[in-house]
């Protein structure tokens, strides 16, 4: 199984990756009518998906990190992009929408350099 993502293209997501889909709640209307026993229940259909991603930025300098870190926030601009998960999965017309997470401390490695986890979430349009 690989264990690197994709967003247009480009492993944007640093090492350890994992990326999760969650299916948003379907779309539904319930209506009851006065006189008339029962409720009446429309089933609208799926609402799009959330993708919960989480990584690590690493880098020989924290300029590195943020360098990462801008990387990610560069596709804040709302196009639709295709997603390749960690299964090897894809998925098109998904979107960033810059909720985004870092970790509570940047660490520093045995062999140099740092890394900094981090939280982030994309949105399936369908």
């Given at each position: ?9 480009f492993?944007?997501?640093?090492s ?32 799009g ?31 639709p ?46």
């Open positions: 199984m690989p264990s690197i993502a994709y967003y247009d293209g492993p944007l997501f640093g350890a990756v994992c990326c999760r889909m969650v299916p948003d709640a379907n779309a539904g209307q319930a209506a009851a009518y006065f006189g008339i026993p029962g409720v009446q229940s429309i089933d609208g259909g799926g609402r998906r959330a993708f919960f991603i989480s990584g690590v930025f690493t880098g020989a300098t924290t300029l590195d990190i943020r360098a990462a870190e801008a990387a990610l926030d560069s596709y804040g601009d709302g196009r992009r295709v997603l390749i998960d960690t299964f090897g999965t894809s998925w098109a017309n998904v979107i960033y929408k810059r909720e985004y997470q870092p970790g509570n401390r940047l660490l520093f490695l045995p062999d140099g350099g740092y890394a900094l986890d981090f939280k982030c979430i994309f949105r399936g349009l369908y």
